[in-house]
């Protein structure tokens, strides 16, 4: 399945960009002198009300903010009704990342994290030295996710995790699974406020991809070198083309402060970067912080159990099931869960 920015609605309207910045929303937009499609993605109280329910510590949520964002710009490009979930699974502080987002808006988040060794890593920090999303997460894996259904078959892609950050494995994610040529920006940022209030969270992301009508000028990427020295880098898909160097060159320019600052519009962002191309932008789309658990959901779950699974549940007479995501607890009563108690089975007397 090629996992590809759509082609927008040709119809289009010359003005100038909206000047209003607005939260939780993704821009699609297309660069017709590049040939580079692409979204924006700003998310502010959807990405506070993620993380409401768990008392992550700043590192967490910074880094689960970019996996929000990393989520959002890639699930929405679903060209039908479905889910894409990125998860991690790795060995370091933060072993585990899942965001769940059901198009066309919703998303949902967790992070599992050791609180001694984030400690460990922070007390070990120089002054002024920070930890990326490379070194909270380690090794392991990155698994990105898409499900449409009992409609169709499910579709994974897998990039292992060997220190580098989100945005690093987004492109080998690309490189690998989709052949694209994509590059990912992300930012997060802490917003301090006033007083007592309680500080708030932005997250930002920037996603091109290099999709020419043009045939033969994307080369395909070549296949794994074998037993070529460890460490040999593939040759890139569409290199040596000017007009996707010239796409590359410009996202380079993006700074984070661009991408997560609360006064300058996705729209006015964008004309910032492509404006000597001409860049057109499209009807922007809604991000809702959601969860998507039902009583009947889990019911469903615990239905999957054995019985010896479902029994061990019990305690006090009744089964207590919480959700990760959003904190909800669904109780039920034991029979509900377990069953009616099974007769013993008797032998027949001689």
Known sequence: MTHSIPTPDPSQTARLPLAEAVDDQVTPFHVDGLDVRGRVVRLGTALDAVMAHH???????????????????????????????????????????????????????????????????????????????????????????????????????????????????????????????????????????????????????????????????????????GDAPEGTELPEAAEGDDAWMEAQSLVGTLEDVELVDGDLSAERLLFRLFHERGVRVFQAENVVAKCSCSRERVTGVLANFSREERESLVEDGKVVVTCEFCGRSYDFKAEEIVGPEEPEASSDEA
């Open 55 to 225: 008392a992550y510590p700043p590192l967490v949520k910074r880094l689960l903010g970019e996996a929000v964002a990393l989520t959002v710009l890639l699930g929405s490009t679903l060209k039908i009704s479905g889910r894409f979930i990125l998860q991690t699974r790795t060995d370091g502080p933060v072993d585990l990342l899942v965001v769940d987002f059901t198009a066309p808006q919703d998303v949902r988040a967790y992070a599992r994290f050791n609180t001694e060794r984030l400690q460990a890593m922070q007390a070990a920090l120089t002054p002024g030295q920070r930890l990326d999303s490379g070194a909270l997460l380690g090794a392991g894996h990155l698994a990105m996710t898409i499900d449409q259904g009992l409609s169709a078959n499910r579709y994974q892609g897998i990039v292992a995790l060997e220190g580098g950050n989100l945005e690093d494995a987004a492109h080998r994610y690309f490189a690998q699974s989709e052949q694209i040529p994509t590059r990912v920006r992300l930012a997060v940022a802490e917003e301090v406020h006033p007083g007592d209030a309680a500080s708030s969270w932005r997250a930002g992301g920037l996603m091109v991809q290099f999709l020419p009508t043009e045939g033969g000028r994307i080369r395909p990427v070549d296949l794994h070198p």
